[in-house]
Each structure stands twice: as structure tokens, then as C-alpha cells.
């Protein structure tokens, strides 16, 4: 109403002052604002209100949310609502926007089809309609607009052909995206056609058929074409890259593509790539060709990336791979290459992962692989390795992941793998290792998926050094000669899923901490001598699923509970000694029940006198206390952990009173944090030495504070990571509910982000911390975590300035059971509580939230982004939705990288006047910069499948705070002088 109401009054005063040009100009706009009226019409949802201005008849149409006029003709030239999530159709009154030449929908939940009318609007340079869930075909009308410069139609559910007057006739565009749809049919470029501007070709993940048109030779201007993922075949084009000198990227993986010469020969394709001095990437993943890897290669030194994994290529890696300097990411993987590992391959410094499992490879690893400082990932599994492992791999400061399995490696394990201390993935198996696991190996803590040392000739005793791998999901040590007894220290590797000890020679009973593991899923003893009775923990254990003790000398009953209630004899064969009500066992005899009933007398004789003991003991000790202290008898709480599994905690118990005492009765005075669900207090407990912070769930919040406090107790105890939060204790009243933790002396990062005090380097080495935590939970914890609150006020500093990730009260466990999660962690699985408030904060929610999505690990990594991005910036991501009405990866995204020096000019870095002033400085700190926005962009993208994970983010923050520490600090001080000028 009001929008008619502004187009009566538009009308009137063209009526009363007839002024021709005026008159035009009034009239334009008037048609401008029914056209926008009508457009808003069909659109059904707008969950953020951005479309409130465009109801307020005190609000110009040229000031609406997303609408830009021109300056002088007051006609509407840009429309954009991108990322608003706003949900309806797109009527195709937008085309009687004559003047617009932006139309930028992109990021919202359009569905139906692309109107034809669009085709009218001449005067557009810009189109983007990119993740919506638009469907049926791209109207040929789109190649009327003669002006376009870009064209975004990425992520819907488009299909049917690729109209051929956008290849024909978009004579100037330079950007064409049709990615992630469901287009089918050839490439429509054919030999009249021509895109001579066009400088970004990205078509992947379609049903694209046929070869690549010749005629794409043409548009020599390319800098990126991205085919991959569809059904495209033919030759490699060996004609058309050598007239493309600006290519960078060029992604051709997991097509159908062959090589030249009957699939023989992948020569001529890389030679025509020698003119591309610029190339970046080089995807070829998943085709079918075949033929060797050309010495060609070796010429293009700018690259950075090369993926040739999943083809049939043979022969020997070529020497001058090793002249590719500048390349950090190299996969020859699941290939028939032969020969042996290049030592030159060394060369290659800056090399952070290096894919080579499932070819041929023969002869010795070369000593010259541990001279790569910053190689992450090794893989070179599935050869036919032989020799031993080289001692130059306690180099590798920086690996994380080395697999040598599947090959002929002999000799004992080199002691110095100790010093790998950031390795947390090592496979050594189906090798013919011998000799016994070096203690310094068995030490490494940092180890988190998984120890494999199955199927070699090891021996010995099991390490007790072992205990200490306390992340560790999966220890197989199966198929080897161990001896002696289960250490059951072993019963310390608290995160173990998977334990495999079969076919060894192992005797002696089974520790019952063994079966006390509290997430442990499956166990297999097989084929070793263990004797003894079934522990009971075996019995009591509520996540083991598959058991296997076949092949033993075990004796006893067999328990009918737990994991015993549904397996098989399977798992009991080769133990004579075990009876039981197995089908196929054989039935526990009299002399069992004899025994039972001679037992009868003791136990009764202990059940009646053992309650009158211990009456008289906590009588006596209770009126000894109450003597002592002249205090009245308090009720001590222990924490939820301890009640649930019924043992003695292993920290100090605090009782509400001393909390009271510690606090200053929760003084006002002592509040250092508050929040929807409570607030926290600082406090010093009564031995004047021992800092606390006390965490009080408020009653009286909205929300059930018995659930809250229960699944930040599930979550707390179920992790244990050096950048997440540590609980001391719990206290837990029907009234009150309080956690006990650590004081951390710095604060939350929210109070360094404003007013600003973070330097570059602690700016690096804060974000990787809370990455590194977050990538703990999604992947390495023993129940799968997602923090669903992540923010600056939840990231806590401690002395060192070491970061903690904190506040779990809505957090969600990912992988419990159905019966689990309803009862600690409420049953609603969508990202909106039972209150109608959304899992997270305003400015930190993941879009898909919003729209009642599940939690998931992609809503943490979008939550990590903006935090990172705010790091960078200054600026509250509330501060930019409420003020300037769009997100803070929008604000971003607008000024980079063109205008990064606002971005500069706002960051909160301090940094030293003497530092700040040199040239060296200057550009490291631009670059650091550049990496950290690039990175809050990726995680913060609208659509989650296109969101790193976090443990890849995680491992992009460890290597630039690796350099910052190791490259950029000592050349501060040395070229100090030499770069002030």
C-alpha cells in the first residue's frame, strides 16, 4: 500500500509540473518503483526484514536496502539482495528496470525459473543469480544482453543444454559461471562463435558431454577454466592452451579425457601448456589416460599445484619434476608409475603435501625426502618399497601424516620418528619391520586417528610408553611377535575406538582397564595365549560392539549382558575352557553351581555385617570432623562424570559453601562474564593460591539449565586438548548448577579485539589455537563435537596468551546414539531451541541455521570465519549487519582485494612503532593479511559444501604462524637497518 501510495504521489507531481525533461526523468522512476513494487510482491519470506525500507513511504526508492540509483538521471542502475535469504520467485517485472545494469540475487532461496524477460535489460553488465534453487533451462533471451561482463548461475538445479547465444553472442563477457547445476549436452562454442573477452570459464559438476571446442582457442585472454567433474571426452586439446598465455588455473579432472597418439602419449598436451608461463594448477585427477609423465613438465616452475592421481600413467616421475620449485601440493597417486622415487624431489621446498600411494614404485625411499621442511602429508603406501626407513625423517618437524604401509620395508623403526612431534597419523603396516617399538615412538602423544604397526616381524613387550597416546581413535598391532602380558596402562589411551592385539603371542590375563575404555567400540584378542575369566568391565561396557577373543586360553562363564548378548561363537572359538549360554558353547556344568552355592554363606555374612562397619566408621569420623573444624556437616557435590560412572573423582570436590567463600558470596564485584544462560565469577579458593572461575547457570534464563549443564559436562569430559577449556570441578544442587574452571589471567579475546591490542603475530597464533580446538572436536575427539556458539567472548587467553575455547551449553554431540543424544543434549536436532532462539549469536550464525538447519561441523567453520574476519578487521559482525546491512564477509569481500588498505587502515594490530615503519614489515604484514581474509572468505562462503574443513583450516594457520615464527621474526631483527628507508 504504501509503494502505491508513492507511486500516486510520483504521479501527481508529474502531472502538475509538466517540465519535459523532468517530466522523463519522473516518469523513468516511477516506472522504476511499480516494477520494484511488483518484484517484492513475490517474495513470500524475508527472515531478515531487509525489504523494511522498501514498505516505509518516508524512505526514498533510491535509498531502499540493495538499490543504488544514478547520480544524475535518478534512475535505478543496481539491484542487490545477494546472501538476504530471501524466499519466492523472481518476477520478470525486474525487467522493466530499463537502466539497470547490476542484478545480483545470488545467496537466497529464488526457486522457479529464470524469467526470459532479463534478456531485455540492455544496459546489463552484471548478472548473478548463483545459490538459489532455480530450475529448468538457461532461456536463450540471457544472450540478448549484449553488454555482459558477468554471468553467475552457479549453484541451482538448472538442466537441459547450455543455450548457444551465450557463447555466440556475449561478445564482452569476461566472467561466465555455470557451475553445480545439472546442464547437459556438449559445449555449445562452436567455430563461428567466439568470447574474445573471456577471462573465467567455470562449468564443473554438470552433465557436460563431448570434447572441449577447439574454437575455445580464441579467447586468449583465459585465466581460468574449470571443466571438471563432468562427462566430457576426447583427446587432451593440444591446440588450444599454447594460444592462452594468461592461463593460471586449469582444472580437467574426472572427465573421460585420453592422451594423443591412440591414449599413449601426453606429450603434446603439455607442451602446448610451455607458453602458459603463468599457470598456478594443473588438475588432470580421475580421466583415463594413459602414457608416462612427460619431461615437459618440468618447465612450468610458476606451479603450485599438479593433480594427475586416478589415471593409468606408467613409467618412471621424470627428474625434472623436481624443477618445479614453487609447488606445494604434488599427487601421483592410484597410478602404474614405476621405477624409483626421484632423491631430486627434494628440491622441492616448498612442497606441504606429497601424494604417491597404488603405483610401482621400487627401490629405497630416498634420504633426501627428510630435507622437504615443510611437508605435512607423506603418502607413499601401496609400492613396492624396500629398504629401511631413512633416519632423515626426524627432520620433518612439520609432519602430520606419514604412511609408509604396504610395502617391503625392513629393518627396526628408526628411534628418531620420536622427534616428529606434530605427527598425528603414522601407518607402518603390512612392511617386514622387525626389532622392538622404540620407546620415543610409542611416546608420541600428538598421534589422534590412528597407530598402525599391524602385519610386520615386531617383538617384545607392548611399550608402556604407549599410555601417553591419550588422542589416539584406532592402535593396531595385530600380525606381529609381542610377547608378555596386556600392560594395562593401556587402559590411559582414554580415546581409543579400535584395539587390535590379535596374532601375537601375548599371555597372561586381560586388564580389566582394557574393557574400562569409555569409548571403546571394538576389540580384538585373537590368536595370542591370554588366560584367565571374562573382566567384568568387558560385561559393563556400554560402546563395545564387536569382540573377539577366539584362539585363546580364556576360562569361566561367559557373560549374558552387554556386548555378550549378541555375538556369535565366532568370537569364542579355541577357548575350551569358557562355558555359557552361547549357542554352540558348551553349558556351565554342576560343579559351577556347587561352587555358586558354597559362596552363598560368605556373601550374606558380608552383606549383613560390612553396613553396620561402615555406619560406625562414618559416625565416628563425622563427630572427629565436626570437633575439628567446628563447622556444621555440609553435603560435598561431585561432578556429573562421577555420579554417572559411580567412582571417586579424580580431581578436588568443592562444595557450594566453599564456592560461596571463594566467591564473596557471588558478589557482583566478581563477575567477569555474563550470558543468556548465567554468569561466571571469579574467585580464590581457601588456600589462597588457587584461581578459579565459576560458571552459575541461571534458573531463570528461559531454558532448562539441568539440560544445559549437562551437555557442557558431557562435552567437557569427554575432550581433552590443550586449546579447549579444562573442567576442575562440578557443583550441582536441584537449585543450583554451577561449573568449576580455570582462571584465565588474560581474559576473553573480545576484550583485546576492542579496545585494540593484538599484534600480527598474535593475531596468527590466536586463530590457529581456536582452530586447532575446533578441529580436535570435529575430527580427533572420541565423540565428534560441534561448538554451535563459537565467538570472541567464548575464546579464553590464558597466561601465555595460548587460546581456549570455552562455552559448550549448547553444544551438540555428533555421534552419540539416538538414545544418548535425546537425553543429554535435548531431542530437537534442528539449530532452534525449544525458545525459538537460534544455536549461536546474532552475526555468528551459520546461514542455513536460520533456516531451522541441523548443527553442523560446517556451521563452526562458518562461526570461525567471521571471528577471524572481525580479528582482522575491527569490527563487529553485528556492528555491519545493524549499520550497513549486510554481513561482515559481505563488507569484506567488497574491498578485497581492491581496497585492502581500508581493511588495513581498520585492523587491530599493534604493533611496534620501529617494526611497523620498515619495508619488510609493510609487506609482511600485508601478505599475512591477505592469507587471513582470503581464508575468513572461504570459511565464511554462503553455501556449506563450498566451506573448508576444519581440520584443513587448522593446518593452513600451523604452517603461516610456522613462518611468521621461524622466516619473518628473524628477518625483522636482521633487516631492521637495511629495509627502514
Not at 555455470?178 to 555449445?188: D, M
Not at 586449469?250 to 598436451?269: A, D, I, Q, R, V
Not at 582482522?872 to 559482525?877: A, E, N, Q
Amino acid at each position: 500500500m504504501a509503494n502505491f501510495f508513492n507511486f500516486i504521489i510520483i504521479f501527481i507531481f508529474v502531472s502538475i509540473f509538466p517540465s519535459p525533461g523532468t517530466n522523463a526523468a519522473l516518469l523513468g522512476l516511477s516506472r522504476d518503483l511499480a516494477a520494484l513494487s511488483s518484484f517484492s510482491a513475490a517474495i513470500t519470506g524475508d527472515p531478515h526484514g531487509v525489504l523494511h525500507s522498501w514498505r516505509s513511504p518516508e524512505i526514498h526508492v533510491c535509498n531502499w536496502t540493495g538499490v543504488t540509483c544514478h547520480l544524475v538521471k535518478d534512475r535505478v542502475v543496481q539491484l542487490d539482495l545477494s546472501g538476504r535469504d530471501l524466499i519466492g520467485v523472481i518476477s520478470p517485472v525486474v525487467a522493466n528496470l530499463s537502466f539497470l545494469a547490476v542484478l545480483d540475487l545470488s545467496g537466497n532461496f529464488f526457486s522457479g525459473r529464470i524469467p526470459l524477460e532479463i534478456g531485455s535489460l540492455s544496459r546489463l553488465k552484471q548478472l548473478s543469480l548463483s545459490s538459489n534453487i532455480l530450475v529448468g533451462t538457461i532461456p536463450a533471451q540471457l544472450g540478448f544482453l549484449h553488454r555482459l561482463v558477468y554471468l553467475d548461475l552457479s549453484g541451482n538445479r538448472l538442466d537441459d543444454r547450455i543455450p548457444e547465444s551465450l557463447f555466440c553472442n556475449l561478445s564482452s563477457l569476461q566472467y561466465m559461471d555455470l557451475s553445480n547445476n545439472s546442464l547437459s549436452g556438449e559445449i555449445p562454442l562452436g567455430n563461428q562463435c567466439s568470447l574474445l573477452e573471456l577471462r573465467f570459464l567455470l562449468l564443473w559438476s554438470n552433465n557436460l558431454v563431448g570434447p572441449i571446442p577447439p574454437s575455445l582457442a580464441n579467447s586468449t585472454k583465459l585465466e581460468w577454466i574449470d571443466l571438471e567433474s563432468n562427462y566430457l571426452s576426447g583427446e587432451l586439446p593440444s591446440e588450444i592452451f599454447d594460444k592462452t598465455p594468461y592461463l593460471q588455473f586449469l582444472h580437467l579432472s574426472y572427465n573421460n579425457f585420453t592422451s594423443h597418439g591412440g591414449n599413449t602419449k601426453l606429450e603434446p598436451f603439455f607442451d602446448s601448456l610451455v607458453n602458459c608461463s603463468l599457470l598456478q594448477e594443473i588438475e588432470l585427477a580421475g580421466n583415463s589416460l594413459h602414457g608416462e609423465i612427460p619431461v615437459s613438465i618440468g618447465s612450468h616452475v610458476n606451479l603450485f599445484q599438479l593433480h594427475l592421481e586416478e589415471n593409468f600413467l606408467s613409467g618412471p616421475i621424470p627428474p625434472s619434476i623436481s624443477n618445479l620449485v614453487n609447488l606445494t601440493y604434488l599427487n601421483l597417486s592410484n597410478n602404474v608409475l614405476n621405477g624409483s622415487i626421484p632423491p631430486d624431489i627434494s628440491r622441492l621446498k616448498k612442497l606441504e603435501r606429497l601424494y604417491l600411494p597404488n603405483n610401482l614404485l621400487s627401490g629405497e625411499i630416498p634420504v633426501a625426502l627428510g630435507e622437504l621442511p615443510h611437508i605435512g602429508l607423506l603418502d607413499i603406501s601401496g609400492n613396492l618399497l624396500s629398504g629401511s626407513i631413512p633416519e632423515s625423517f626426524s627432520n620433518l618437524t612439520q609432519l602430520r601424516i606419514l604412511m609408509l604401509n604396504n610395502n617391503r620395508l625392513s629393518g627396526m623403526i628408526p628411534p628418531s620418528l620420536g622427534n616428529c612431534m606434530n605427527l598425528e597419523n603414522l601407518d607402518l603396516s603390512y612392511n617386514q619391520l622387525t626389532g622392538r617399538i622404540p620407546s620415543d615412538v610409542a611416546a608420541l602423544s600428538s598421534l589422534k586417528l590412528y597407530f598402525n604397526l599391524s602385519n610386520n616381524f615386531l617383538e617384545g613387550s607392548i611399550p608402556l610408553e604407549l599410555s601417553k597416546m591419550d588422542m589416539l581413535l584406532a592402535l593396531d598391532l595385530s600380525a606381529n611377535n609381542f610377547s608378555d602380558k596386556i600392560p594395562p596402562q593401556l587402559g590411559s589411551c582414554i580415546a581409543l575406538e579400535y584395539l587390535n592385539l590379535s596374532g601375537n603371542a601375548l599371555h597372561g590375563p586381560l586388564p580389566k582397564s582394557i574393557g574400562g575404555l569409555p569409548y571403546l567400540e571394538a576389540l580384538d584378542l585373537s590368536s595370542n595365549r591370554l588366560e584367565g575369566a571374562m573382566p567384568e568391565s568387558l560385561k559393563d561396557s556400554s560402546t563395545l560392539k564387536v569382540l573377539n577373543i577366539s584362539y585363546n586360553n580364556f576360562s569361566g562363564i561367559v557373560p549374558e549382558e552387554g556386548v555378550f548378548a549378541v555375538l556369535s561363537m565366532d568370537s569364542f572359538l579355541g577357548n575350551p575352557g569358557l562355558c555359557g549360554s552361547i549357542s554352540g558353547m558348551l553349558q556351565c556344568g554342576g560343579t559351577g553351581n556347587r561352587a555358586h552355592r558354597s559362596m552363598i554363606l560368605p556373601i550374606l555374612m558380608a552383606l549383613i555385617s560390612t553396613p553396620c562397619i561402615i555406619c560406625f566408621c562414618v559416625c565416628f569420623l563425622a563427630r572427629k570432623l565436626r570437633r575439628k573444624l567446628q563447622l556444621p556437616i555440609f553435603k560435598r557435590t561431585i561432578s556429573l562424570e562421577d555420579a554417572e560412572e559411580g567412582r571417586q573423582p579424580d580431581y578436588p570436590r568443592i562444595s557450594y559453601w566453599q564456592l560461596m567463600e571463594a566467591t564473596g558470596t557471588f558478589s557482583e564485584s566478581n563477575v567477569i562474564g555474563s550470558g543468556r544462560f548465567g554468569q561466571v565469577y571469579k574467585g580464590i579458593l581457601h588456600d589462597e593460591s588457587t584461581k578459579i572461575a565459576v560458571k552459575v547457570l541461571n534458573p531463570n534464563s528461559g531454558v532448562d539449565i539441568s539440560k544445559s549443564f549437562k551437555r557442557e559436562c558431557e562435552v567437557l569430559k569427554r575432550t581433552r586438548h590443550r586449546n579447549l577449556i579444562r573442567i576442575i570441578t562440578t557443583c550441582s544442587k536441584p537449585d543450583f548448577k554451577a561449573l568449576v574452571l580455570p582462571l584465565m589471567p588474560n581474559g576473553s579475546l573480545e576484550i583485546h579485539l576492542y579496545p585494540r591490542r593484538l599484534s600480527l603475530v598474535q593475531v596468527v597464533s590466536i586463530a590457529s589455537d581456536i582452530a586447532e580446538g575446533i578441529a580436535y572436536m570435529h575430527h580427533y575427539s572420541p565423540v565428534k563435537i560441534v561448538h554451535c556458539d563459537l565467538k570472541p567472548s567464548n575464546v579464553l587467553l590464558d597466561e601465555d596468551m595460548t587460546a581456549l575455547v570455552a562455552d559448550f551449553g549448547i553444544a551438540r554431540l555428533m555421534n552419540c546414539s539416538a538414545d544418548e543424544t535425546n537425553e543429554s543434549l535435548g531431542s530437537s536436532p534442528s539449530c532452534i531451541s525449544t525458545t525459538g532462539l537460534l544455536c549461536g549469536s546474532v552475526g555468528y550464525i551459520a546461514p542455513e541455521y536460520g533456516m531451522g538447519g541441523q548443527p553442523s561441523m560446517q556451521g563452526d567453520v562458518y562461526s570461525f570465519g567471521v571471528v577471524l574476519l572481525e580479528m582482522i578487521t575491527g569490527k563487529r559482525p553485528t556492528d555491519v549487519i545493524f549499520q550497513e546491512g549486510h554481513s561482515l564477509h559481505e563488507w569484506v569481500n567488497n574491498k578485497y582485494p581492491h581496497n585492502i588498505e581500508k581493511i588495513m587502515m581498520e585492523a587491530p594490530l599493534r604493533d611496534a612503532s620501529q617494526l611497523s615503519n620498515s619495508l619488510y614489515y609493510k609487506k609482511l604484514r600485508r601478505d599475512v593479511t591477505m592469507e587471513l581474509i582470503e581464508l575468513g572468505l572461504v570459511c565464511t562462503q554462503f553455501s556449506p559444501s563450498m566451506r573448508p574443513m576444519m581440520n584443513d583450516v587448522a593446518h593452513e594457520l600451523a604452517l603461516m604462524k610456522r613462518d611468521l615464527y621461524q622466516h619473518a621474526m628473524p628477518n625483522l631483527n636482521t633487516n631492521l637497518e637495511s629495509c627502514s628507508e
